[in-house]
């Protein structure tokens, strides 16, 4: 017998008949206001701007936040509200049609959406197409994303975000923080893959 038989001898022998199984458990976090606080803890400590408001509030936070934006993109879903206290130039992707690669990135341009869940423990938040998200380039190309976030729709960790989604089938876009890289001297680099700044206004429901 070869050596490498005597090892594959011995690896079948140690191997247990019947699959042993290991249920997995996923610690939660029940109460609102701790799933507030640590998304909002995780997001500023990935470099991301956070503001929390109420409903009456959406409006103003957004107007600041745009304030040095020459035009904002939104998805055709973004509720028109959101923006009346925004006066630059609004740009709806898909009205009537797509806008262009050089529009998103033209200099000054940021983005608007909506988020379909976030996740506090990892500080993620999913966007899955849908109308106030709008396809992967809207918030992958322009060089400023600003996110609204109701609180009803944050979770404590992702098997519980998979949950909710309408069809996880869908494309998803995961975003922890601003893009980001490092190189080889791990020196950090922001913006190489994605908007460089990334606001989050968490409307307290």
Known sequence: MSARDEVLRR???ARPATPVEVPRKYRTVDADGDLVELLVDRLRDYRATVWLC???GLAG???ELLSGASAVVTPAGVPGAWLAAYHGTVLRDG???PLAVADLDAPGVAVLTGCAVAVARTGTLILDAGPDQ????????PDHHLCVVQSKQIVG???E???RLADPTRPLTLV???SATSDIELNRVEGVHGPRRLDVVVVMN
């Not at 709008?134 to 190309?141: E, F, H, P, Q, S």
């Open 11 to 13: 690896v079948r022998a």
């Open 54 to 56: 109420g409903p009456d």
């Open 61 to 63: 936070s957004i107007g």
């Open 95 to 97: 009205e009537p049609r």
């Open 134 to 141: 709008g396809r992967r380039a809207l918030t992958l190309v």
């Open 157 to 159: 960790g992702v098997p």
């Open 161 to 163: 975000a998979l949950a």
């Open 176 to 178: 922890s923080g601003p």
